[in-house]
């Protein structure tokens, strides 16, 4: 254990204490407010460019399994919490979330008032931030920060798409549908839920060309959720809309800002973002409240969508902000939120239905 630093880019600091790992990391500061899932959390891609600090106190109490992982890495910058459980105490565990994050070379803090912070960010918004074991001088410091790119502007995704295609099939039980998915950091249950539903999931890089995906004839399209600012991933954007009217097209987190983006919507930075597993969400189109898992910084205005093609069907409660959309012609709907969160809370889980019933009732003629 070493000193260590939290420098946010406002000029504020806050010391605390390094675990195995020392050295320096940099990047936009969000606060996730979920009790549990930290190893999902660790694990998700949408975090990428990211340090992440858990606002519940005491974080590691069950340990870490290989069963629970969203993704084969950790990808977020760094891990802030309040204190780390020093005893895991779970039948699951293989070993201890700190042994895990040393184990992957990831800046680990404690020690720090996470309150204090977290309240810094909802009053000015998420910032840039570094962790440092070397450096205590602000101005060195701001001077890292400076160099450090914003999330606004940032394509991420090519830092998380898979490079080449591979297809994920269902055990036990026959292919109903074949599905094209656009890997803008995919998530492991994503997959899993598809192949309990029946398909066979072809899951393609996000540089992936309108011929790469014509070419296995899909019965439906998915853009995954990810990274850093949508706007900046116009490849992904370009081949969406070759595929509206002509396939099913469901989209989660980033992937619903995709579609929002290529019907000719815009999206907005929020001020500090969605990050936790508590958000209440109201289905439009049900009636139906359901709380969420949530992980964006970005949002898509409602009002730059034609109200003529696009309507509202999901809408966050606590803030009103966009988190579901739907075409009036096309079979395209895209959501927010996470339906697949792993640890919970499952209420929105039926939504991946909306997809499977696209497919099934969609003319096969019509996508040739």
Known sequence: MKAAILYLEDGSSFLGTSLGTHGETAGEVVFN?????????????SYAGQIVMMTYPLIGNYGVNEDDVESQKIHLKGFVVKEFCQRHSN???KQSLIEYLDEHRIMALEGIDTRAVTRRLRLLGAMKGIIS???FDPKILAAKLQATPSMEGSDWVKTVSVSKKYVWSPQGQPVRFKVAAIDCGIKLNILRILNSLGCEVHVFPAAATVGDIEAISPDGLF?????????????????????????????????????GLALGGKTYKLKFGHHGANHPVKDLLSQRIGITSQNHGF??????????EVELIDLNLNDQTVEGIRHKKYPLYSIQHHPEAAPGPHDAQYLFNHFIDMMETFPRAAKK
Do not use: W
């Open 33 to 45: 407010t979920a009790m549990s899932g930290y190893q999902e959390i660790l694990t998700d891609p």
């Open 91 to 93: 039948h699951r565990a």
């Open 133 to 135: 074991t070397q450096d």
């Open 223 to 259: 853009i995954s959720n990810g990274p850093g600012d949508p706007a900046a991933v116009t490849y992904v954007i370009q081949t969406l809309r070759h595929f509206f009217g002509k396939l099913p097209v469901f989209g989660i987190c980033l992937g619903h800002q995709l579609v």
């Open 299 to 308: 949002c898509v205005d409602i009002n730059s969508l034609k109200k003529d």
